[in-house]
């Protein structure tokens, strides 16, 4: 209980950056290239290969892909398959998921409970089944890790034992966000290519081969 108050403070202190940060009309602007490589001002393969996020696609792929987004963000929930859809035409991509809890406590909270479902290895199905529906208060999530196959008594349990450690991932995405530059959710960094706010299917597969490149 002591981790997720510490943790509430913080994230409620961070959400204050993201007012009026998801303008996402400016971001939408169909056939340009979009985004800005930020390798030359900083260590883009710490913040691309930092350890214990769970992420999906392959281990070694040639592109690695961050997606910071919060459950309560809708500009997160409309952008989602796009670059998804990018991200399955490519192959050959990791996907690796930041959650940035900054939308007030219930965000915190399913938050913590998504990287707890990690340890079943079951993030990434109960992250898509909260994005879809954009519900993510206790039932809907207690829902979603029962449609996953999931063990709620077991989540509980490590998010006791490893609540510390959860929020340790957290912090670290919260700084790397700031550093990163993000206003607010969503954001991401495709290789070298920071992206903030919504894109199109076609500017995230640009993004993905600028960054192959």
Known sequence: MKATAISRRQWLGLGALSLGALALGQYLRRGQP??????????????????GFPFEGPADAA?????????????????????????????DVRVVHRDWPILGPASVRAARVALAADRQGLYAPFHATLMRTGQHGEDAMRAALAAAGGDWARLEADLAAHGEAID???????????QLGFRG???YLVGPIRIEGGASERQFADAIERARG
């Open 185 to 187: 959710t969503p954001g």
């Open 34 to 51: 979009l985004g800005r490589d930020v390798s030359e001002i900083m260590d883009v393969p710490a913040l691309l290969e930092a350890p």
């Open 168 to 178: 340790r991932l957290l912090a670290r995405t919260a700084r790397d966000a700031l």
């Open 63 to 91: 592109v690695t892909m961050l997606v910071f987004s919060d459950y309560a963000c809708p500009v997160c929930r409309q952008v989602e398959p796009s670059w998804r859809e990018a991200v399955r035409e490519a192959g």
